[in-house]
Antibody, heavy 119, light 111 residues
Framework: EVQLVESGGGLIQPGGSLRLSCAVS????????MGWVRQAPGKGLEWVSVIYSGGSKHYADFVKGRFTISRDNSKNTLYLQMNSLRAEDTAVYYC?????????????WGQGTLVTVSS | QSVLTQPPSVSGAPGQRVTISCTGSSSNIGASYDVHWYQQLPGTAPKLLIYGNNNRPSGVPDRFSGSKSGTSASLAITGLQAEDEADYCCQSYDSSLSGWVFGGGTKLTVL
């Protein structure tokens, strides 16, 4: 059974940094396309970033230059380094298997970790 | 404001059929990118419900079906059950944004 378990969320002040982790079991992170999707309170889902098995990375425009996706193959873990956080980054962040092509889908999903950006 | 437009809410009585629409544009659904649907039960993570417009992952009942035409897609649920009460969200790819896009979600209430 595939499991994705996020951690690292919490309350952070505007301008601060946070690193989210996603521990994966049942599939090899380095051999798969992985990504992050977020959901602001009461809002819809938003794609944030993906990393492909070959190592290329892609970001939504609203996080470019502020967020960095990475992985640790030895720990089979996906990360999202978030810098210069803004109030509008407040959301539940989900780790998920990313689409293998433009017409693809996100599956499976972790349970999410809440990030609250507030002073 | 989401790139894909969904009605905020729909409702139906047990046993009835309901549909949820997902309207896009020429840069996403209309550009022949596939549409996928997710079910999000209260307080839980999204779960893939329909992929590739009309395909069900293993374990998803055949009461759930998807369709796509032009710049829109629809999710149909027949034989509505109490446990279907959830948020439903569509997803596609947008060539103008060079990224994946989601609908704002539709809350299904089973009366």
């Amino acid at each position: 059974e595939v499991q994705l378990v996020e951690s690292g969320g919490g309350l952070i002040q505007p301008g601060g940094s946070l690193r989210l982790s996603c521990a994966v079991s049942g599939l090899t992170v380095s051999n798969n396309y992985m990504g992050w999707v977020r959901q602001a309170p009461g809002k819809g889902l938003e794609w944030v970033s993906v990393i492909y098995s070959g190592g290329s990375k892609h970001y939504a425009d609203f996080v470019k230059g502020r967020f960095t996706i990475s992985r640790d193959n030895s720990k089979n873990t996906l990360y999202l380094q978030m810098n210069s956080l803004r109030a509008e980054d407040t959301a539940v962040y989900y780790c998920a298997g990313a689409p293998y092509f433009n017409s693809g889908w996100f599956d499976p999903w972790g349970q999410g970790t809440l990030v609250t950006v507030s002073s | 404001q989401s790139v894909l437009t969904q009605p905020p809410s729909v409702s139906g009585a047990p046993g009835q059929r309901v549909t949820i629409s997902c309207t896009g544009s020429s840069s996403n659904i209309g550009a022949s990118y596939d549409v996928h649907w997710y079910q999000q039960l209260p307080g839980t993570a999204p779960k893939l419900l329909i992929y590739g417009n009309n395909n069900r992952p293993s374990g998803v009942p055949d009461r759930f079906s998807g369709s796509k035409s032009g710049t829109s897609a629809s999710l149909a649920i027949t034989g509505l059950q109490a446990e279907d009460e959830a948020d439903y969200c569509c997803q596609s790819y947008d060539s103008s944004l060079s990224g994946w896009v989601f609908g704002g979600g539709t809350k299904l209430t089973v009366l």
